[in-house]
């Protein structure tokens, strides 16, 4: 193998952006099994995810001078999740006896809650799709 073709590969190897999310997610996540702290890694990787998606909604508004709804129900949606996953890991100390005891206990009814809101929420992400002026414009 000469050196042109190993550069090939290598170049080839970084353009393709799916390996090295994929190396970068495995790492993380091995160090996470490691220090036994995964739940901890995911709640403050939603938290980057919704900076990420809250700077992203302001530069979309700087520039184009209109706030694109869709990002914003994402951050909600994102949101809502995060919420839903800290309620999921607090009702794992909890006994069901009975399907009243679904509403009786704070957890149980948060996550019916926060079950609500996210369908809710990907419902008006669907509309928010339809509706968008940037997909009327490919419709034409």
Avoid: C, W
Avoid at 15 to 38: G, H, M, P, R
């Amino acid at each position: 193998m000469s050196t042109n073709e190993i550069k090939s590969k290598f170049s080839s190897f970084f353009q393709d952006k799916l390996y090295i999310e994929l190396i970068i997610a495995s790492i993380l996540f091995v160090f996470a099994l490691a220090t036994n702290s995964l739940l901890e890694f995911i709640i403050y990787m939603l938290y980057f995810i919704i900076f990420l998606e809250i700077v992203r909604a302001v530069m979309s508004f700087i520039r184009e001078h209109r706030v694109k709804i869709g990002i914003l129900i994402d951050v909600f949606i994102i949101l809502a999740l995060r919420e839903f996953i800290l309620n999921v890991v607090k009702i794992n100390k909890e006994e069901l006896d009975s399907f009243d005891a679904l509403f009786n206990s704070p957890t149980n009814f948060h996550i019916l809650v926060f079950s609500g809101v996210i369908l809710f929420l990907f419902l008006l992400r669907y509309i928010a799709k339809k509706t968008s002026p940037d997909n009327s414009e490919s419709r034409q």
